[in-house]
């Protein structure tokens, strides 16, 4: 498959200096290939679909995320109830 892809593209840039529409239509090939294609991280599976591993990697990172800053937001949170309390009275 990567080997008819490769002489697709050499074709179409070769033809390219016979008219400039195949060098246009090699770029979108390889950007459909690049954007498109299979086997990348963070790309689609054969049914379209985001991969799971995707979804549970940036779920994970989140998770990190707020367990990282929930104590400072926390302690911001309470420092602020206190000065209300105290405005108040």
Do not use: C, K, P, T
Request: charged fraction near 30%; proline fraction near 0%.
């Amino acid at each position: 498959m990567i080997v008819l892809f490769v002489i697709l593209v050499v074709a179409l840039l070769g033809l390219g200096f016979l008219h400039a529409m195949w060098w246009v239509a090699a770029a979108v090939l390889i950007f459909g290939a690049f954007h498109y294609g299979r086997g990348g991280r963070g790309g689609r599976d054969q049914s379209g679909n985001f991969e799971y591993r995707d979804y549970r990697d940036r779920r994970d990172r989140q998770d990190r995320w707020d367990r990282r800053y929930r104590r400072q937001r926390q302690g911001r949170w309470n420092s602020q109830d206190r000065r209300d309390q105290q405005h108040h009275r």
